[in-house]
């Protein structure tokens, strides 16, 4: 009776444990890589500040908004050069009243990112990064 008493034990020991160690794989991160591959490989990256979120795709588009229900959008594309990623874009404001031509020059210093296991914003990333420049800048010939 005590050898069947120590194998349900050892039987629910290890149940226990393979159930556990399941739980972590599934719930490891991906790798951090550079922001520009996570571009190709998932066709855009969304980084966030806690205040504002910035998506760059693969088309060389840009996006920027607020996690809020108001505050300034970014409308615009981006280049990459090395770990600086600079956008022309358009300023406007959600749910507020926006200058016409108004167009600003950012550029950012993204460091590797991490794709985030379950995201509320589609390709949320974790990343390092620094908004290193924002002027204002004359509008663009391109954009005429």
């Not at 719930?27 to 990256?45: H, T, Y």
């Not at 840009?62 to 358009?90: C, M, N, Y």
């Not at 404001?93 to 995201?119: C, E, Q, T």
Request: charged share 20%; proline share 6%; glycine share 6%.
């Amino acid at each position: 009776m005590k050898s069947r008493l120590t194998t349900i034990t050892m039987k629910i020991a290890l149940l226990f444990f393979l159930l556990l160690s399941a739980k972590f794989v599934t719930a490891a991160e991906e790798p951090s890589i550079p922001a520009l591959k996570a571009i190709e490989k998932f066709g855009s990256i969304t980084i966030a500040d806690g205040s504002s979120f910035f998506t760059f795709s693969k088309d060389g588009s840009f996006h920027s908004g607020p996690l809020s229900q108001s505050g300034r959008t970014f409308e615009g594309h981006w280049k990459a050069d090395g770990l600086k990623f600079t956008v022309i874009a358009t300023l406007g404001w959600l749910n507020g009243l926006s200058k016409f031509d108004d167009y600003r020059r950012i550029v950012f210093v993204i460091y590797d990112v991490r794709k985030k296991p379950s995201a509320p914003h589609p390709n949320l990333v974790d990343a390092y990064f620094l908004i290193d420049e924002l002027v204002e800048i004359p509008k663009p010939a391109a954009a005429n």
